[in-house]
């Protein structure tokens, strides 16, 4: 199933690192920026080459006639030579190295030419004895931020990125789908709430036939190990690591058991103790008066009985949501479909892999009207960060675009500027100040103190010229924590400065999350959601964005970008 995409990532993956160790960095980049691509791709690299061979592959944006050629090598042989034949000289545990925040190909060839460094344990004992410190480009500050990854990575347990596995998980649902024994089936759990990490992924079936069902399950080609199989339910791990539940239950119950099984655990424990309030009893069976069934096939009965109104699996969270649900009064949460605009998109100007050109292209594909060009700026230098020539150069071209474009889509200047530590940019406010659009990110000195931290990012805030703080925290989900802030001060005076708040939607940032959202609404506060897309394969993450600002009680109102061009010009700063 999924697992030709997944092997052809970790082999090119690891293939860059093994030409960063043979000093090919050319070709390391091409593989990078291929990887970077292929893990936006919702299609299947082998059904790609079967039915459209070698050409088929070289149209996937990033990917070249050198790196399509060993993609076809792994699909018809399932490994790659080239690749094998490093392994055998260089063993390193490359998948779990680059889990590491701070540790990427570059450092892992290096610790490997110099201390043989092959895995987490043997590189967690170099830098304790202190001997990364004294390598080239590293330092006593390298050493420690490294000790702190491999802290965290301890720490952090096995939870999958919900926009990393949603192309595999809808994989299976399709597939249990077209069996004609399936009558319905629905994925509940966390993935239906569209938390931003999923641990386990459960399935809901309904079937006449459910030996067969399981029997299917069980038998799908990337299942590594069958936990139980039964009549009513199964429970298998995938190759990848991830775990799925099966459950079969009666067209009667199939509500009841989607509530149940959707959650969230406090969710349901509320929705029981009204239920009991009420004189009934709720369980994944049905809701019960006595022994009597009252209901249990949809949801809606079930909530309508209980006197609520249906509550969005993103609001499950017992967060307040039930009592709103009493009063008629739960939000009208955006739409998966209200977007007008991407207000982050990085080009081949600095770390993205398309033009310009292309990227507006893709845009207009997803029904985007107006996008945000906000490539990295100068202090970001192993992104290529623009200057102030280049930015002024950029300007012209997008003119040109905007014209050859003209009522399809409007492409805004910009660029995402760095915050300095004192809090002031690496842009002149003369430049700055001719750009459609800025947004100011936080992209080094992740450890300041909580004041000065804050102060900073309030600075930043209070320059006229900045719209929109990007990735306010800076955490990357199972790789680096947030930074330590006063989010208080800072809601307050993004509110009195008019700043966007931005909530990036690439699946591993969902930054703001959900839960910082909630509070930012109260101080008023209106946020963007971006893709923050470095190819054109990402506009499709907005939708996790959007999902994190549903899980955040979000209106249309809150969200800038669904307003037209005209407006979102004259509401924002
Ligand atoms: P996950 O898998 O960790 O991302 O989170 P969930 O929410 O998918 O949780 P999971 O897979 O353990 O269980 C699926 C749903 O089943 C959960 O959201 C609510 C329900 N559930 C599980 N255990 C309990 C329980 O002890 N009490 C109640 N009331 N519901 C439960
Ligand atoms: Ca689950
Ligand atoms: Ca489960
Ligand atoms: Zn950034």
Request: one cysteine or more.
């Amino acid at each position: 199933m999924e697992s030709s995409n997944e092997k052809v990532i970790k082999i090119l993956k690891e293939l860059s690192i093994f030409y960063q160790i043979e000093n090919i960095e050319f070709k390391s980049r091409a593989i990078e920026k291929a990887v970077h691509s292929l893990e936006a791709l919702d299609k299947n690299l082998e059904d790609i080459y079967r039915q459209e061979g070698e050409d088929g592959l070289k149209n996937i944006p990033g990917i070249g006639e050198g790196i399509a050629r060993r993609i076809k090598e792994i699909i018809e042989t399932g490994t790659l030579k080239e690749y094998e034949n490093y392994k055998k000289k260089i063993p390193i545990d490359v998948e779990n190295l680059t889990k590491l925040e701070g540790v990427g190909p570059k450092t892992i060839a290096l610790v490997w030419k110099k201390l043989k460094v092959k895995n987490i344990q043997d590189l967690e004992e170099a830098a304790k004895n202190h001997k990364l410190c004294v390598l080239e480009g590293f330092g006593e500050k390298k050493e420690q931020k490294i000790l702190k990854s491999i802290e965290f990575y301890k720490l952090s347990g096995q939870r999958f990125l919900l926009g990393f596995i949603e192309p595999i998980v809808l994989e299976i649902k399709d597939y249990l789908a077209s069996l004609k024994e399936v009558k319905k089936i629905e994925v509940a759990g966390s993935f239906r709430r569209r938390k931003e990490t999923i641990g386990d992924v459960d399935i809901l079936v309904v079937s006449k036939n459910p030996e067969k069902v399981m029997d299917w399950f069980v038998k799908m080609k990337n299942v590594e190990y069958i936990y139980a199989k039964g009549p009513t339910k199964s429970a298998v791990k995938l190759k990848n690591g991830l775990d799925v539940d099966l459950r079969v239950v009666d067209e009667k119950s199939f509500g009841a058991a989607l509530m149940y099984f959707t959650g969230s655990k406090e969710h349901n424990i509320e929705l029981r103790q009204l239920a009991l309030k009420k004189g009934y009893k709720l369980n994944e069976y049905g809701l019960f008066k006595g022994e009597k069934f009252i209901c249990g096939k949809t949801e809606e009965e079930v909530y309508e009985k209980l006197d609520l109104e249906w509550i969005p699996p993103e609001l499950r969270e017992a967060r307040g949501e039930i009592e709103a649900a009493q009063k008629g009064k739960l939000p009208k949460l955006v739409d998966y479909d209200d977007l007008k605009g991407d207000l982050q998109v990085q080009t081949n100007w600095t770390d993205g892999t398309n033009s310009i050109e292309e990227m507006v292209k893709a845009a207009i594909d997803c029904g985007l009207k107006y996008i945000a060009i906000t490539d990295h700026t100068k202090t970001l230098a192993m992104a290529g960060g623009l200057d102030e020539k280049e930015i002024k150069e950029q300007i012209k071209e997008i003119e040109k675009l905007n014209k050859k474009y003209e009522g399809k889509i409007k492409i805004l200047t910009g660029a995402e500027v760095n915050i300095l530590p004192d809090g002031s940019l690496d842009i002149s406010d003369e430049v700055l100040k001719i750009l459609d659009f800025v947004g100011a990110s936080v992209h080094s000195h992740f450890n300041l103190d909580r004041y000065s931290q804050t102060k900073r990012i309030i600075k930043a805030m209070q320059n006229p010229n900045v719209d929109c703080i990007f990735h306010l925290t800076t955490r990357i989900i199972n790789r680096r924590k947030e930074i330590d802030v006063d989010l208080d001060e800072i809601f307050k005076v993004a509110s009195k400065t008019n700043t966007l708040l931005e909530i990036n939607a690439y699946p591993d940032r969902l930054d703001l999350k959900d839960t910082y959202i909630l509070e930012a609404k109260k101080y008023g506060i209106k946020f963007v959601i971006d893709s923050d897309a470095h190819s054109t394969l990402h506009f499709k993450f907005l939708k996790y964005g959007l999902a994190q600002a549903r899980r955040g009680w979000c209106q249309k109102s809150d969200i800038l970008n669904t307003l037209d061009l005209k407006d979102f010009m004259k509401r924002k700063k």
